[in-house]
């Protein structure tokens, strides 16, 4: 397998707050106040959609510069509902300030619907866990 990213999460004995390293940047998480946080940053859910919103700019970006077309300025809105029967569902509303074509829009959702991030969330990933090492007890 080759590697695609990775992340790691130290506890700052502060309630939920944590520290995230990805990559080479460091971010914070935490819960929000009627969770019990301190609403210090972003909960996992706001990463989540961050992520997939991150990938929907960057890649229909690189699309539009590759056709030549003129976004303006891109905008995408995403909002994480939970129905009934405790399924996650994802709306992705798209903006753009330049005028494009009903047939560009439709190309643009089209490569939307397949971006690396979203593929990823909607096939899902094997997820496993092991124990670490830790320091021997002196």
Not at 24 to 35: A, I, Q, S, Y
Not at 72 to 90: I, K, N, P, S, W
Request: hydrophobic fraction near 40%.
């Amino acid at each position: 397998m080759s590697k695609v990213a990775s992340a790691s999460i130290v506890s700052t004995g502060s309630n939920y707050l944590h520290h995230v390293e990805a990559g080479h940047f460091k971010l914070d998480t935490d819960e929000p106040v009627k969770l019990g946080g301190q609403g210090a940053g972003p909960a996992p859910f706001d990463y989540y959609l961050a992520s997939l919103a991150a990938c929907t700019a960057i890649t229909l970006r690189m699309y539009a510069e590759r056709k030549g077309w003129d976004l303006g300025e891109f905008r995408a809105e995403l909002q994480l509902d939970r129905d009934d029967d405790g399924r996650l569902h994802v709306m992705r509303t798209l903006h753009a300030s330049a005028p494009l074509t009903d047939d560009q829009w439709n190309r643009l959702l089209e490569i939307v619907a397949n971006t690396p991030v979203t593929k990823a969330m909607r096939e899902g990933a094997e997820i496993n866990s092991r124990r670490g090492d830790s320091p021997s007890a002196a």
